[in-house]
T-cell receptor, first 110, second 115 residues
Framework: LAKTTQPISMDSYEGQEVNITCSHN???????ITWYQQFPSQGPRFIIQ???TKVTNEVASLFIPADRKSSTLSLPRVSLSDTAVYYC???????????FGAGTRLFVKA | EAGVAQSPRYKIIEKRQSVAFWCNPI?????LYWYQQILGQGPKLLIQ????????DSQLPKDRFSAERLKGVDSTLKIQPAKLEDSAVYLC?????????????FGPGTRLTVL
């Protein structure tokens, strides 16, 4: 199983770009990297998923270097409503097991 | 489309009592997950169903927890008897299939307090 390591918490200010890095040194060839966002009193919500290089959607960008041992979630111009916990997940090689780590608590200040 | 439905939203019980949670996944989703999320931690997978069969229940405390998805649609998670350490939010999620690339859609969760 690919274990992930993320910073426990991060602070930012409104309007800034936030980059959250996740380490996954034991990622397997067929594994994808997925990020979820969780607000208080809600279930996690899918943000973005990628395999290599760069993926961008209307919410975020995901940067994955060639060795795929880490990935960076980039949130452009954050607002107070982006305050949440962000989880990085790496798929098990068997394809069926999903493991959430402790996540990164992002605090966006005015 | 309607999201994942869970009930009840909150439940308070005393230790050694029994409790059951219900989940109705998004229509057409073959895979259903139950997670336990203790305050300050990430969700921990308890059990995963593919249609009405169990794919993974390796972290389900089977001496007190049970889950079923008899018709491959909605599901029930039961705890009997409850312990203090079972206080947590129980999240249900569903996805179209069981691959790790499939997006999981989560319900609002049931917050359980065991006194």
């Amino acid at each position: 199983l690919a274990k992930t390591t993320q910073p426990i918490s991060m602070d930012s200010y409104e309007g800034q770009e936030v980059n959250i890095t996740c380490s996954h040194n034991n990622i397997a060839t067929n594994d994808y990297i997925t990020w979820y966002q969780q607000f208080p009193s809600q279930g996690p919500r899918f943000i973005i998923q990628g395999y290599k290089t760069k993926v961008t959607n209307e919410v975020a960008s995901l940067f994955i270097p060639a060795d795929r041992k880490s990935s960076t979630l980039s949130l452009p111009r954050v607002s107070l409503s982006d305050t949440a916990v962000y989880y990085c997940l790496v798929g098990d090689t068997g394809g069926f097991k999903t493991i959430f780590g402790a996540g990164t608590r992002l605090f966006v200040k005015a | 489309e309607a999201g994942v439905a869970q009930s009840p939203r909150y439940k308070i019980i005393e230790k050694r009592q029994s409790v059951a949670f219900w989940c109705n996944p998004i229509s057409g989703h073959a895979t259903l997950y139950w997670y336990q999320q203790i305050l300050g931690q990430g969700p921990k997978l308890l059990i995963q169903f593919q249609n009405n069969g169990v794919v993974d229940d390796s972290q389900l405390p089977k001496d007190r927890f049970s889950a079923e998805r008899l018709k491959g649609v909605d599901s029930t998670l039961k705890i009997q008897p409850a312990k203090l350490e079972d206080s947590a939010v129980y999240l249900c999620a569903s996805s179209r299939q069981a691959m790790n690339t499939d997006t999981q859609y989560f319900g609002p969760g049931t917050r359980l307090t065991v006194l």
